[in-house]
Each structure stands twice: as structure tokens, then as C-alpha cells.
């Protein structure tokens, strides 16, 4: 049996990109799971594998925590299906993996910071309050989201241009069919997807068509989630 412990915000939202890089995966091997909903305060529920955040899978007896850590424990203990067929293929998505945590997601989060801050479960406010806030330099969560948009939504497009260039000659970044690097890039659009009515692409974007394929994977496992 295989347990997810995923972010749940209001009304059950689940936005957590590092928990949509897992629920793919999960989908890629055509895994069952069941999942358990973890406000930003209840970390103890994960504390049995010493963890502050979500993702968390527990696979029988074994847990794991982060989302990259559950991938690699996946291919392992069920190699059916891999996600990472060769080496290269594990290299191109740990590369891949770090553009998305270290440019993609840190240039959307100022422009849905305020959004996401509405969707936090109320006992959970303060928390993200605090933490946040000492990210961002202020807790008025609505300004500084406003500000960020007067420039960040072009900006945010811009750091995608590497995607749109793989996306311009194959359907997906790993290729004909999708695997790790698309999960990892989708999990930034989910997040958004679920805590943001904000239009990020155009319409004839390249990086838009990839997005539409990818919330339709897996019998449309992303397009039935929640949405802004």
C-alpha cells in the first residue's frame, strides 16, 4: 500500500508542486496510492520519517520524504515503467529538477504569493504569516503580489524560454512520451493552477499547447484537481 502525504489547503485545494512532481510519477508507473491531507501546521503527521515538509510516501513499511528522493525510491522498488531509463535520461531530469526549484518556481511565487495566502487554511495563517513574511520583507501578502505583477508575469515567461525551445521540436521535454523533467515542470503549473486565476501564458505559447498535454495525462489526473 502506498501513502501520499500532500499539502491541503481551503477547501481541500492540494497545490503543493514538489506533491504533483510525486502523484505523476506515481501516475508514469501506473501506481495506486492514497493520500493524506497535511496542513502547514500538521507536521506531525510526517515526523514519523523526520520530516517539516510534504511531500512524504510511505510504500509499505518504508518512507520517504522529498519529492526527488521519491523518485529515485520508486525506479527502485518498482522498476516497472522507469522514470529514468538511462543515465542520461536521470542526469537531463535532475538538471531539470533544479531549473524548475531554482528559476521557475522563484519567479512565480511573488506573482501568486498573495493568492496562495487566501487559499491557507485559517489555523494556518499565522504560520505562513510569519514564515513567508520573513521571506518577503512584509505580510501584506495583496500588495506585494500586485507589485510583483507589473513586471513579473513577462519576466516569468521569459525564464521558460529554454522549455519553449525543447517544446517548439517534441511534444514533451523528455521527448515523444513525457517523464521526470515534465513532472518536475508541471508541478510549478499546478501550483499555480490551484491557488491563482492568473492567466500565465498566452494562448499560442508552445509551453501553453505542452501544458494542455500534460494536465490531460493519466486520464486527466491534473485537469480533475481543484482550480482557481
Known amino acids: 500500500m502506498i501513502t501520499l502525504y500532500d499539502l491541503s489547503l481551503q477547501n481541500d485545494r492540494r497545490p503543493s508542486p514538489f506533491c504533483w512532481r510525486t502523484k505523476f510519477a506515481?501516475?508514469?508507473?501506473?501506481?495506486?496510492?492514497?493520500?493524506?491531507?497535511?496542513g502547514f501546521t500538521e507536521k506531525d503527521k510526517i515526523a514519523f520519517v523526520a520530516s517539516?515538509?510534504?511531500?512524504?510516501?510511505?510504500?509499505?513499511e518504508t518512507g520517504v520524504k522529498d519529492s526527488w528522493a521519491i523518485a529515485i525510491h520508486l525506479d527502485k522498488a518498482h522498476p516497472d515503467k522507469p522514470l529514468f531509463k538511462s543515465e542520461m535520461a536521470l542526469?537531463?531530469?535532475?538538471?531539470?529538477?533544479?531549473?524548475?526549484?531554482?528559476?521557475?518556481?522563484?519567479?512565480?511565487?511573488?506573482?501568486?504569493?498573495?493568492?496562495?495566502?487566501?487559499?491557507?487554511?485559517?489555523?494556518?495563517?499565522?504560520?505562513?504569516?510569519?514564515?513567508?513574511?520573513?521571506?518577503?520583507?512584509?505580510?501584506?501578502?495583496?500588495?506585494?503580489?500586485?507589485?510583483a505583477r507589473e513586471k513579473g508575469v513577462a519576466a516569468f515567461r521569459g525564464v521558460l524560454e529554454p522549455a519553449r525551445r525543447v517544446l517548439k521540436e517534441q511534444p514533451f521535454l523528455a521527448g515523444t512520451h513525457p517523464a521526470y523533467p515534465d513532472y518536475a515542470l508541471a508541478g510549478a503549473f499546478m501550483w499555480a493552477r490551484i491557488i491563482s486565476p492568473l492567466v500565465l501564458l498566452d494562448g499560442d505559447d508552445v509551453v501553453h499547447a505542452w501544458r494542455e498535454r500534460m494536465l490531460d495525462l493519466y486520464d486527466g489526473l491534473a485537469r480533475k484537481a481543484l482550480a482557481a
Open 52 to 60: 517539516n515538509t510534504v511531500p512524504v510516501l510511505k510504500d509499505g
Open 91 to 147: 542526469s537531463y531530469a535532475r538538471f531539470a529538477n533544479g531549473f524548475v526549484d531554482t528559476v521557475v518556481q522563484p519567479a512565480l511565487f511573488p506573482i501568486v504569493v498573495g493568492d496562495l495566502y487566501e487559499r491557507v487554511r485559517l489555523a494556518d495563517q499565522p504560520y505562513f504569516q510569519e514564515s513567508r513574511g520573513k521571506r518577503l520583507g512584509t505580510t501584506d501578502f495583496a500588495a506585494f503580489q500586485a507589485k
Open 26 to 38: 506515481l501516475a508514469h508507473k501506473g501506481l495506486k496510492w492514497t493520500e493524506v491531507p497535511v
